[in-house]
T-cell receptor, first 117, second 112 residues
Framework: GAVVSQHPSRVICKSGTSVKIECRSL??????MFWYRQFPKQSLMLMAT?????????EQGVEKDKFLINHASLTLSTLTVTSAHPEDSSFYIC?????????????FGPGTRLLVL | QKEVEQNSGPLSVPEGAIASLNCTYS??????FFWYRQYSGKSPELIMS??SNGDKEDGRFTAQLNKASQYVSLLIRDSQPSDSATYLC????????????WGLGTSLAVNP
């Protein structure tokens, strides 16, 4: 159990276009998902917390108008990178929380590699 | 002082040896502790979670938690080359909007 999928796994786009990345919890419901970004040889950076049915909470320094997050159902969160630029090229990873009593665990999707030309 | 600290490594051990990875955290109210493994170019994969003081074993992996000393460690017995990866320590504390606080990771190399 606790499988998280992401689509697409890899995307190449032209500068100025928008890219949507989907994150799905396949065998559980997730009221909370997280979006991370990771540049080569750097650590994970949390971008935002995605809450089902409400607005996302963005970390300091992350532009909410550039990185649009929608969590419309208990199994799907989407991240849209608007007007992408080469500096947005990165590895985008989502995670979802599995709750078991008082204990919660984050499980990660396989990630989406974005290359903006 | 970082909230979660790990030695960046690289930690190099011979195949079959025990690899010991350490993590310290600064916030005493931290409640949940996790070890994730990340292979190069891949997303993190949960290895162990631990919530109570003491040891927790799962196969070749043992997590150790000492809340008084504010450290959590991961032991890997009979290390294999396939264990070569970056190991990330993550901590969750109450009232933190369910977010994890991440260490920067320790790179482990298991030499055949």
């Amino acid at each position: 159990g606790a499988v998280v999928s992401q689509h697409p796994s890899r995307v190449i786009c032209k500068s100025g276009t928008s890219v949507k990345i989907e994150c799905r919890s396949l065998d559980f419901q997730a009221t909370t998902m997280f979006w991370y970004r990771q540049f080569p040889k750097q650590s994970l950076m949390l971008m935002a917390t995605s809450n089902e049915g409400s607005k996302a909470t963005y970390e300091q320094g992350v532009e909410k108008d550039k990185f649009l997050i929608n969590h419309a159902s208990l199994t799907l969160s989407t991240l849209t990178v608007t007007s992408a630029h080469p500096e947005d090229s990165s590895f985008y990873i989502c995670s979802a929380i599995v709750s078991g009593g008082r204990q919660e665990t984050q499980y990660f999707g396989p990630g989406t590699r974005l290359l903006v030309l | 002082q970082k909230e979660v600290e790990q030695n960046s490594g690289p930690l190099s051990v011979p195949e079959g040896a025990i690899a010991s990875l350490n993590c310290t955290y600064s916030d005493r109210v931290s409640q949940s502790f996790f070890w994730y493994r990340q292979y190069s170019g891949k997303s993190p994969e949960l290895i162990m979670s631990i919530y109570s003081n003491g040891d927790k074993e799962d196969g070749r992996f043992t997590a150790q938690l000492n809340k008084a000393s504010q450290y959590v460690s991961l032991l890997i017995r009979d290390s294999q080359p396939s264990d070569s990866a970056t190991y990330l320590c993550a901590v969750n504390r109450a009232g933190n909007n369910r977010k994890l606080i991440w260490g920067l990771g320790t790179s482990l190399a298991v030499n055949p």
